[in-house]
């Protein structure tokens, strides 16, 4: 398998086996849905932008959302219909101070809501970058109406300064962690803790190194301990590798640790974490690449923390198109913390310093550990009474010499295309009683994948566009109770529902779709959401499998009579519904194959080219589509319209994708019949019409050329009346003229062509009336409605 590209030792080392084996590199979503389609939930206000920060107050039903300038209180169940809102402006004098540092007025001189927390108290904790001046204050929601507190503090080290650098917060049992930077020129990174005793970061390269921040969580290790350890809150940044010799700067990703119950140290370390600790975060794609840079975390908590994941979205930091999803167990990082080796820095040649494995002696109590039982029998009740030796330790050696490795190995889903930005995951009981992680993938694009794991085979549901402009999705939040998704991006707040079911509209297409929240109602006759308690008999779902022979069979339905015409082209229309849907043709059941020139396959159907006596009979059109390591193969539904008249050289089909639930898995066939004679008077008709035009257009062409003296003189007035105008090149005495194409064709004749109009028909542009006369074949050409296929430009459609 592949591996990363190493720059020092370990950096390469990926590790793949089972389950990931079968990941999904370049798979694409099985359908794709348009904004228009989505059912989505807008929201946005005029001049107000930076919809980015949210709460989720599921105790109340509705979502705060942090803009610029702005707090909205939003319904959670349609986030278009707004309850409340607030504004906070930044002050000119504010403004001022900041324009005079050097930054924009009208951008980064504004207010920015950065922080957004339900206190203990009900109210909400609120910090705003406030012009380069981070500020925080409470806000409370009641009466229907949200007011800031006027009592108003220093944000600094809560809040970031600048509007657009990554940062992360969280509250914990009423202290806020938060972690950013420090300064107005973003150049001093902490994590801190603000309660009566503030903790901190010390301000070194070897604990934080230019970091990005993207997220931090809480996992509650002493519930249920039986060595009385203390509750966890990690941290996930990426930041500039001290570990590798790299002629540039090398970015690599992180995890680090504090404990909760840390308050620093007696004399070394003093309001300063005892207990941090950071390890690298490895998500290796099969391919030779530097460190994939992590963008999003999202913790799926267990009733059991150690069973809780950390699911991370990974993009590359260089060229590639590529981004990863990988998922890490708690205990597997806990293990690296609690069990792994140090790096140490070593200085070589005088002046350069070398990150290497520790091999020494370490102190007792572990550096970094938390107060646990073990610790409390040596007489420390906390951090305080830790030994100076174990807390120089952890001051010098914050850094972990093994990497955390994904759960599998390797990543869950590798995928080329728009980069993701965030991720949320759901996990889901399904009918056969496992549970599914299903994972929302936010890209830059302004889409949301939905994605889950099936046996090792990652399986990308859908994909919906939730913005109706591609910009960044920026923030995700899921929520359970309601069943919701909400999103937001520079421009606006979206909502979706985690599911659709009514999308898929047939047994088979429900069955295939192998959505988790979904299952068909044999009853019903319908596609419909699945409940935890479900235990209706009549529904039916196969997800690992995708096995739509569970589906009852379907009414057969006539094939759609067509009448042939010789020499016509015949368009036959049928769509595959999936993007994963492969359309093969069936003639009189024999494939027919893209070798064969009588016939153009094409995305929208098949053309019968040249229709003969020959090609008459039935046309099937099936979707051959892959689930679950088997082959199922569809036929597409007919038409409900009724069929066309016998003139008709078009067959339009019902696409599967709103094909009505009872036609779904009927044949979508045409039945070509040949019209012998219907077909000769027809040709008769055509003949005719074809010497009358050719008579005409050769009076007119004598004429001129001036080889009827009586109509001479009268010629150039009565054609000018058909706009044909003398060009700039010709002599005075000579007068280009074009014969207009009047001649009414009837619906059911050939289109006949003349010169005056062939242009017309090879794309050409402007008024051909001023060009010379070429030597045009004067003999009428007989183009069939169908002909204009064959100028197909775009062959991404073909």
Known sequence: MGFLLGYGRGIGSARFGGPCQRVCHGCKPRKSVPYDSASIKLFREDNVWNYTTMLLREDLGLLFLGAREAVF???????????????????????????????????????????????????????????????????????????????????????????????????????????????FLGSEPVVLRS?????????????????????????????????????????????????????????????????????????????????????????????????????????????????????????????????????????????????????????????????????????VPRPGTCINDAVRKQGIQSSMGLPDKTLQFVRDRPLMDEAVRPLTGGPQLVKRGPMFTRIVVDRVTALDGHSYDVMFIGTENGFVQKAVNYNGEMFIIEEVQLLPVPEPIKTLRLSRITGQLYAGSETAAVQMALSDCSRYRSCQDCVLARDPYCAWNATAALCTAVSSRDSDRTLIQSLRDGNE?????????????????????????????????????????????????????????????????????????????????????????????PPPDATSTKVPAKEALTATPELQGEDSSFLLQSQSKQGKIIALQVAVALLSLLLVALVTWNVCQGHFPLLKRYAPKSLGHAGVRQTQNSPPDFTVRQVPFQTKVASETKLLVTPANCNAGNNHSGDDSTQPVANHNLSPRVVSPMDVFKYINDESEI
């Not at 809102?85 to 001189?109: M, S």
């Not at 990974?314 to 140090?342: E, H, L, W």
């Not at 094409?602 to 082959?631: F, K, M, N, P």
């Open 549 to 641: 022979s569970l589906c009852p069979g379907s009414a057969s339905v006539e094939p759609q009579s067509q009448a042939l015409i010789p020499g016509n082209n015949i368009l036959l229309q049928c769509r595959p519904d999936t993007n994963l849907a492969q359309v093969l043709w069936l003639f009189d059941g024999r494939p027919l194959g893209p070798s064969d020139a009588k016939y153009f396959f094409y995305r929208e159907g098949l053309i019968v080219r040249h229709a003969a006596a020959a090609d008459a009979g039935l046309y099937t059109c099936q979707s051959v589509e892959w689930a679950g390591g088997a082959r199922h193969t569809r036929t597409s539904p007919p038409t409900g319209a």
């Open 195 to 363: 309660s009566a005793t503030a903790i901190r970061t010390e301000f070194k390269s070897s604990w934080l190194n230019e970091p990005v921040f993207v997220h931090m969580d809480v996992v509650r290790e002493s519930e249920g301990s039986s060595d009385g350890d203390d509750d966890k809150v990690y941290m996930f940044f990426s930041e500039n590798a001290v570990e590798y010799d790299f002629p540039n700067k090398l970015m690599v990703s992180r995890v680090a640790r504090v404990c909760k119950g840390d308050v620093g140290g007696q004399r070394t370390l003093q309001r300063r974490w005892t207990t941090f600790l950071k390890a690298r975060l490895d998500c290796s794609v099969p391919e030779p690449s530097l460190p994939y840079i992590v963008q999003d975390v999202f913790l799926l908590q267990h009733s059991d923390w150690r069973k809780s994941i950390f699911y991370a979205v990974f993009t590359p930091q260089g060229s590639s198109n590529m981004s990863a999803v990988c998922a890490y167990s708690v205990t597997a990082i806990g293990d690296v913390f609690s069990k792994g080796r140090y790096k140490t820095s070593v200085t070589v040649e005088t002046s350069h310093v070398k990150w290497v494995m520790y091999s020494g002696e370490i102190p």
């Open 73 to 183: 209180a939003l319904d959670m169940a349609d986030i278009s219909h707004r309850k409340a809102q607030v504004y906070w402006q930044v002050t000119e004098e504010k403004q001022r101070e900041c324009t005079y540092k050097g930054k924009n007025a009208k951008t980064e001189c504004r207010n920015y809501i950065r922080v957004l927390q339900k206190a203990d108290d009900d109210r909400m904790y609120v910090c705003g970058t406030n012009a380069f001046s981070p500020t925080c204050t409470y806000m409370t929601y009641a009466g229907g109406q949200l007011r800031l507190e006027e009592q108003q503090e220093e944000g600094k080290g809560q809040c970031p300064f600048d509007p657009f650098q990554r940062h992360f917060s969280i509250m914990i049992d009423g202290s806020l962690y938060s972690a950013t930077s420090n300064n």
